[in-house]
Nanobody
Framework: QVRLEESGGGSVQAGGSLRLSCAVYGYTGLTFCMSWFRQSPGKEREGVATLDAYGRTNYADSVKGRFTISKDNAETLVLQINNAKPEDTAMYYC??????????????????WGQGTQVTVSS
């Protein structure tokens, strides 16, 4: 059974950086589509970055040039947040689907989820 567990959230001032990690249990190699989503109070959960089994990445326009999704090792997915903005404040979720290519980052296309880690950016 694949299980995902996020860590690394916290508080940062605008312009600062944070590194989020997602540990993957029950499946080694990360040879499937992984994604980071985020959700702010009163808003829908939105996909911010995807990484497929071939190493291809995709980003939401709002985070391009500031966020980087990558693998740290065979069992850890990372989201590096640079030049953080107050609008990045949200609960961040790691998600996966056992497909080599990533579908568009819709919540309904992913069936493995972590519990989330909170990111707060102050101005």
């Amino acid at each position: 059974q694949v299980r995902l567990e996020e860590s690394g959230g916290g508080s940062v001032q605008a312009g600062g950086s944070l590194r989020l990690s997602c540990a993957v249990y029950g499946y080694t190699g990360l040879t499937f589509c992984m994604s980071w989503f985020r959700q702010s109070p009163g808003k829908e959960r939105e996909g911010v970055a995807t990484l497929d089994a071939y190493g291809r990445t995709n980003y939401a326009d709002s985070v391009k040039g500031r966020f980087t999704i990558s693998k740290d090792n065979a069992e850890t997915l990372v989201l590096q947040i640079n030049n953080a903005k107050p609008e990045d404040t949200a609960m961040y979720y790691c998600a996966g689907v056992l497909r080599r290519q990533c579908p568009p980052p819709r919540v309904t296309d992913f069936n493995r989820w972590g519990q989330g880690t909170q990111v707060t950016v102050s101005s």
